[in-house]
């Protein structure tokens, strides 16, 4: 039977409670209070927690309960345990709050995938999941043939998810972070478009958003959202002699100034001038970029009808698709690469896209064989 006193030999303060350990032998332990009703709660629930462990009987929520009984007792008020699934589903729902649409997309499959790896660990405090239960969802998105990047970029979002449990004082510790990322052997290895197929895809979208959604990306790299989605309020036609397109970027929050190409501005004049937030692309305007009818497939049956295409990087398994090195962000790189071919400095190129590291901007940059002949044949002869 549990039962407490003090130990005036010790001169301590604390009740100690005696109970009847998992092993059956008597053990004596401090409180650590000198409330004598909280003392012996817990002399009592330590008891009970150490006969469920000799029967073999203890669980996780067991050893909640005792917990929250003991903050109970000294508080009046019960401990607050979140479950995976009860933390995830809080998530989204904030998430669906305070993100675009087109995000939140994403985010609602990802935290299904996750909950349901887990199974009934779902069930489970946050502080229960480890690094092991992530390595076994990211290791089924790999057998769904999903690429490196695209696992990778999954795990970031629920990384997310225990980031802010780990702020709020729920976890001590982020379990994410205890997995390296996958080697992605696609980095790198993108393309960008020539001028032949500049032509072709102008020719095949000829008529259409789309013929305006290529003019812009090749002249000034917009990113895919910012692209689609850009509005006239954004063209500043304030000078005849120049106009200017001003958009704060979705990805970064930077606003970028680009003076417009007199190609893109003989697109843009033809057009019936919109007002403010109108659209200048309203057939591509808040589509999802991904998805069988998303911008992205849409763009490639493009490239398919002007009959470009990309090298293959990876063959497509199961519920992966097959990635070549042609894409929409493909015109960012474009634009980019005509820069540093005609020979704009470095520094002004990444003004223009808002790109923050060399090192990301170079990975956007490909030079001509006609760079690297004006290169080589600009040294001295020495005959």
């Known amino acids: ?60 929520v067991q050893t909640r309960k005792v917990l929250n009984e003991i903050l109970e007792a000294a508080t009046g008020e019960p401990m607050h345990f979140a479950t995976v699934k009860d933390f995830f589903t809080d998530w989204l729902k904030d998430k669906e709050g305070a993100k675009k649409t087109r995000t939140t997309q994403k985010y609602a499959p990802l935290t299904t995938s996750f909950l349901s790896s887990l199974g009934k660990r779902a069930r489970l405090s946050l502080a229960a999941i480890g690094p092991t239960d992530l390595r076994q969802w990211r290791s089924s998105l790999e057998k769904k043939g999903l690429s490196a990047a695209t696992v990778n970029g999954s795990v970031r979002i629920i990384s997310s998810a225990f980031e802010k449990a780990r702020r709020l004082g ?14 992605d052997d696609e980095k790198g290895e993108k393309d960008c478009f020539t001028s032949e197929q500049i032509k072709a895809l102008l020719q095949a979208a000829n008529g259409t958003d789309w013929e305006g959604a290529i003019l812009v990306g090749i002249n000034t790299g917009l990113r895919r959202g910012d692209l689609t989605n850009l509005t006239w309020g954004s063209i500043d036609t304030g000078s005849d002699e120049t106009w200017f397109l001003r958009v704060k970027t979705s990805k970064t929050g930077k606003s970028i100034v680009v003076p417009i190409h007199p190609d893109l501005r003989e697109w843009l004049e033809a057009r019936t001038r919109g007002v403010g937030k109108a659209p200048v692309f309203p057939a591509l305007a808040g589509k999802n970029g991904s998805g069988k009818s998303g911008i992205s497939m849409q763009f490639k049956r493009l490239m398919e009808r002007a009959g470009v295409q990309g090298r293959v990087l990876r063959t497509g398994k ?4 097959t990635t070549t090195s042609l894409t929409l962000h493909s015109l ?3 634009f ?8 704009v400095a470095e520094d002004v190129r990444m003004k223009l896209v808002a790109h923050q590291t060399k090192s990301i901007h170079r990975g956007y940059t490909h030079l001509d064989l006609d760079t690297f002949k004006s290169a080589v044949f600009s040294i001295q002869s020495v005959k």
Not at 174 to 182: A, I, K, T, V
Request: proline letters at 2%; charged letters at 25%.
């Open 1 to 60: 039977m549990a039962s407490i006193h003090k130990n005036s030999a010790a001169g301590s303060p604390y009740w100690f409670a005696a109970y009847r350990g998992a092993d059956g032998r008597r053990l004596k332990k401090s409180t650590k209070t000198t409330d004598r009703r909280l003392a012996r709660e817990m002399a009592v629930q330590w008891e009970k927690a150490a006969m469920a462990g000799r029967a073999g009987t203890i669980t996780e």
């Open 332 to 334: 960012r790189d474009t």
């Open 170 to 183: 729920y976890i001590q510790a982020n379990p994410c972070l205890g997995l390296e990322s996958l080697k």
């Open 336 to 343: 980019i690469s005509r820069l540093a071919n005609a020979g």
């Open 318 to 321: 199961g519920e992966g698709r």
